[in-house]
């Protein structure tokens, strides 16, 4: 059973438009989570974290947005650029747990 | 540069040989993880080290062996692999294995198994 869930497997937007990431969990005891993004042929890296007594967390073009009782966050990312063509994790724990519960990930290509 | 090293990037093994992967984090972290990526599959954690110790083991069969000699190396020896194994192996670590923090990623190993 999935409890992470990247329902799009891919995303294709326009350069300076908004990319919006969506993931779903299932396990109310997640209470962090996190977006990774990975280039091919590289490992993820970390993008933006957010923790369950938020409902927003922005860092620079990125935001994320965590809405509890849907149990569903959101990336955003304003405007998009080519460079942030690559494959998004959405990535979910709880307190007590460094266990990482990962979705399957997400293509985003950014057109120029 | 992530501070997580991994090698080799990409090895190719037949079924009965034994191989190593191998991981080394330069960033003072406690914590230290295995996770596999297959096709189409969302990352999965295979194991996890913290200060050394063996923490979980997420039920892999015992043809991965992790070794942890110090909290800055990590191995997975291999043998007698499937092709089913053939994926990307990834080597994590983090701060401290009990606190919500973001773990950094290695690069990655692709493996083949023929």
């Known amino acids: 059973d999935q409890q992470v869930k990247q329902n799009s497997p891919s995303l294709s937007v326009q350069e300076g438009r908004i990319s919006i990431l969506n993931c779903d969990y299932t396990?109310?005891?997640?209470?962090?989570f996190l977006w990774y993004k990975k280039y091919p042929a590289e490992g993820p890296t970390f993008l933006i974290s957010?923790?369950?007594?938020?409902d927003k967390n922005e860092d620079g073009r990125f935001t994320v947005f965590l809405n509890k009782s849907a149990k569903h966050l959101s990336l955003h990312i304003v405007p998009s650029q080519p460079g942030d063509s690559a494959v998004y994790f959405c990535?979910?724990?709880?307190?007590?747990?460094?266990?990482?519960?990962f979705g399957k990930g997400m293509k985003l290509t950014v057109n120029p | 540069e992530t501070g997580v090293t991994q090698t080799p990037r990409h090895l190719v093994m037949g079924m009965t040989n034994k191989k190593s992967l191998k991981c080394e984090q330069h960033?003072?972290?406690?914590?230290m993880y295995w996770y596999k990526q297959s096709a189409k599959k969302p990352l999965e954690l295979m194991f996890v080290?913290?200060?050394?110790?063996?923490?979980e083991n997420n039920s892999v069969p015992s043809r991965f062996s992790p070794e942890c000699p110090n909290s800055s190396h990590l191995f997975l020896h291999l043998h007698t692999l499937q092709p089913e194994d053939s994926a990307l192996y990834l080597c994590?670590?983090?701060?401290?294995?009990?606190?919500?923090?973001?773990?950094?990623f290695g690069q990655g190993t692709r493996l083949t198994v023929v």
């Open positions: 396990n109310s005891m997640f209470d962090y």
């Open positions: 957010i923790s369950s007594i938020k």
């Open positions: 990535a979910a724990s709880f307190s007590g747990s460094e266990k990482l519960v």
């Open positions: 960033l003072g972290h406690n914590a």
């Open positions: 080290y913290s200060l050394e110790e063996r923490v």
């Open positions: 994590a670590s983090s701060q401290d294995y009990r606190r919500n923090t973001e773990a950094f």
